[in-house]
């Protein structure tokens, strides 16, 4: 695969070397090879195209480069940097949990040194850190998450709760081990089903997690964010649980936690489409459906088994209702955690990302300010004018290294916090916690209204 990476750390001249050695070195190389070549490669062969007439050597192209776009050279230094930095401190974390890891996972003795690396799983955030993948001499694989995996750790809490009450489904989870501002999974394998009544029970299985997700306040359920394993749909991406209420999602509801396909009308009247679990028909998300005679089965071939999987959990979560929300029940278990909450959808950011990374912006001073701006339009009055301006401030120091940006939430007292940490402001939403508490009357009847409908 590393053959098939031009070499641009070579091309522009950026010294990448690090103390990280083996396995872990060959990964990251690869992964500057692919995050610098998505930054630079069109610039290159532009540049080099303007000396058509005149073929010039790598040196020469790169000077001519750096002149023309002053602003290319410190960008990638700095993006590359920031990639190394964060794949040192993944394996910091990795040396310092591993008897931890072994206990959770029940060894008898760590695991000992990876033996490959997947990195760049998801979206960089907070200083380009991302998701990435560990592999061992035995077969084991672990998810590493920089970021605070409490909310995994809690949901298991809840689906414990559910299996001791008899729920007609609880959540099959990853098991995790909780650091301080990281965290590890089970790396979860997708397994096909064996008959038509298993892909059915699999959907039965998802409308089920969707009634439980929309009453805990999830959203952003996306089908990526879940892995067929057989009859199960397994979550293996829970922050953002607990979701305070904005305009694209102003109701604790199933539509709200974007497994079923939806248009709603944003800040600034533009329309933002939810796709559902079904949304993305292509290879690269196949792990996340059920799949049957090598075949893959979407969720709008089976929606009355989804129908009757929201109508059982609603009938379910109806009749526990003072149980889960005593103020020592299953939703009391998310009480006081950070969640991530999703001001703007992805998608606005990496427009912005895309048109930053255009020879314009490259040419003058960084960060193009003018350009982060735009996403002002689109404020959503969820938050008073003098939070936004924080958000802002914190949104274009992300975006000047080409994060994308990422904010927490306290579901106990609505404070915002940027993803390093950082108190934005005090009281920025009302406390999430409680409006789940309020809504969950209203919730279970939207899902019983979901129910009662032919999909």
């Known amino acids: 695969m590393m053959e098939r990476v031009p070499d641009w750390l070579r091309r522009i001249g950026i010294d990448w070397r690090s103390g990280i050695k083996g396995a872990a070195e060959a990964a990251l190389a690869l992964r500057l090879r692919v995050v610098v070549g998505d930054i630079v490669q069109a610039h290159w062969l532009a540049q080099e195209q303007a000396a058509a007439s005149e073929p010039l050597a790598e040196a020469r192209v790169r000077d001519a480069l750096f002149a023309r776009l002053p602003a290319l050279e410190p960008l990638v230094a700095t993006v590359v940097s920031q990639e190394i ?14 008897n931890a890891i072994a206990a959770a996972f029940g060894r008898d003795c760590p695991l000992g040194t990876p033996t490959a690396f997947d990195l760049g799983l998801s979206d960089p955030h907070n200083r380009r850190k991302s998701v990435s993948r560990l592999e061992f001499a035995d077969g084991t694989r672990l998810i590493y998450k920089p970021r605070p995996v409490a909310m995994e750790a ?9 299996t001791r ?9 990853p098991r995790v081990v909780d650091g301080d501002g990281h965290g590890w999974l089970t790396f979860v394998d997708r397994r096909p089903c064996r008959s038509v009544a298993e892909v059915d029970e699999f959907y039965r299985h998802l409308g089920m997690l969707a009634c439980l997700f929309a009453v805990l306040g999830a959203t952003d359920c996306r089908c990526e964010n879940l892995v067929a394993s057989g009859v199960h749909p397994i979550l293996v991406d829970a922050e953002t649980l607990v979701h305070p209420r904005i305009m694209a999602s102003p109701r604790h509801d199933l539509m709200a936690t974007e497994l079923f396909p939806r248009q709603v009308v944003g800040p600034n009247g533009q ?7 079904d949304g993305a028909r292509d290879d690269i998300h196949a792990r996340h459906w ?18 009757r999987g929201v109508a059982a959990m609603a009938l379910f979560l109806r009749e526990r209702r003072a149980a889960f929300l005593a103020p020592d029940g299953p939703l009391d278990l998310l009480a006081s955690l950070r969640s991530r909450v999703v001001l703007r959808p992805t998608s606005m950011y990496e427009a912005v990302v895309r048109a930053m990374l255009s020879a314009g912006p490259l040419a003058r001073a ?14 959503d ?14 949104e274009q120091a992300a975006l000047a290294r080409l994060d994308i940006p990422y904010f927490l939430v306290d579901s106990g007292t609505g404070d915002l916090f940027d993803g390093e940490g950082e ?19 209203e919730c279970l009847a939207s899902a019983e209204t979901f129910a009662a409908r032919q999909m």
């Open 271 to 277: 329309t933002i489409t939810y796709a559902g679990f």
């Open 423 to 441: 108190c934005l402001s005090r009281g920025a939403f009302a406390p999430p916690i409680q409006g789940l508490r309020r809504d969950f009357d």
């Open 165 to 173: 009450s008899g729920a007609p489904y609880a959540p099959r989870l």
């Open 154 to 162: 809690r949901l298991a809490g809840i689906s414990e709760w559910l």
């Open 85 to 98: 930095a964060a794949c040192d401190a993944m394996l910091d974390h990795y040396a310092a949990a591993q």
């Open 290 to 307: 059920p799949r049957l005679h090598r075949q893959t089965r979407y969720m709008s071939a089976h929606g009355e088994a989804v129908r």
């Open 366 to 379: 960084w960060p193009p300010g003018d350009l982060i701006a735009r996403l002002a339009r689109y404020n």
């Open 381 to 394: 009055p969820c938050l008073a004018g003098h939070v936004w301006r924080r958000v802002e401030e914190a």
